[in-house]
């Protein structure tokens, strides 16, 4: 219900022999666990901070999605010490043969780059090497999702496996060769490097905006079809423009950044999206969208009636939420929670109402009714960002100008 679509790549990784440690980057807060369970498609232990436990009825929620507590310097000493409890109950979660999975990163961030990896994957791991390494391999596998719009509810993700870590074999090849400091440093330089090539990753620099904005720019050029195809163009067309950095002086680098984020300030200004760039035909886009939402209009205003009443509580919900990286994790609550409810209500007026047939049809309607809505409206927005995109010249010929740049 909260994703369009889910792409999941490289499950061939996914290591059968051993126990599995998916070490993943965060960017959407609890969608992200949503994501990685759809993607594993089995049974799935998570661990996430603290500080979401100390509400007691959140504690019970997390504790019943089978989640532990992972305690940070930030929570204190004291609370630091627990960790060698919580380890110990990671172990056994491996031991009998279920997936852990963590978010190194340790908080969530809606950015295509990675924070320094915290240290608690890596003790896990070793200390699940230590204590059944000798019946079984222990694998760190990393994890990268990619998501169409960190934002919108409904968005395309893309969940990607990558090269699972051996950790035994690691600890085999290394120990008593370097210290046990230096083993958990490779470790995590290693995790943090297969991870970053999961992911349009940019470094987090001064210059990441003006970075991406170019990126998603040159991207839309070759309109990708699916959310998986525009990672894999994403990650072509950073690499081409940092080898365009490297071959270009710093002054005619800065001035290119800088009109790449003037761009960006105009375009979101006048309402245009990086994806409306890249029509070849843009009145034909506009024209084509149009008459698809005109024909599809009178069901819109029917499932924008049946989503109405929970469309306005997610809505005053996510209008108190201060981090929006949680607004999506509210639509979905509030959807699975009230949206089966309406279904109930709606079907028991319709067949009391109308005979068994046309109810029959009316409730095939209602079921989709709230991801049509939602879709509808991203849908419209999309067209409407076209339609502006289309007689903006202005923006046409400073776009030509950075394009030429990029070539």
Known sequence: MSLRRLTVRGKENLPKDGAVIIGCNHTNALLDPLVILRAMNRATVFMTRSDVFRKPMLKKLFTFFKMLPIFRIRDGYTAVKQNEEIIGKCVEVLRHDYPLALFPEATHRPKHSLLSLSKGIFHIALETNKNIGHERPVYIVPMGLEYGNYYRYRSNVVATYGEPINVTEFVRQYEGEVTPARMLAM?????SLRMSKLIAYLPDTEDYDAQWELTKLCTAQMRPLSTAERLTLNQTVIRHLEEKKEQQDTETVASVYTEALEFKKERRSCGVRTSSTGHKYPLAASIANSIVLLCTFPYYLFCMLMALPSWVLSHIIVGKIKDKAFA????????????????????????????????????????????????????????LSDWKWTFNTHLHSRLAKLLKWCK
Do not use: K, Q
């Not at 470790?187 to 995790?191: N, V």
């Not at 046309?358 to 989709?368: D, Q, S, W």
């Open 328 to 383: 999506n994790t509210a639509r979905l609550g509030v959807n699975l929670i009230l949206w089966p409810l309406l279904i109930l209500i709606w079907t028991i007026v319709l067949l009391c109402t109308m005979s068994l047939v046309p109810a029959l049809i009316c409730i095939a309607l209602i079921i989709p009714a709230v991801a049509f809505f939602y879709d509808y409206n991203a849908f419209a927005m999309h067209t």
């Open 187 to 191: 470790l995590r330089e290693e995790l």
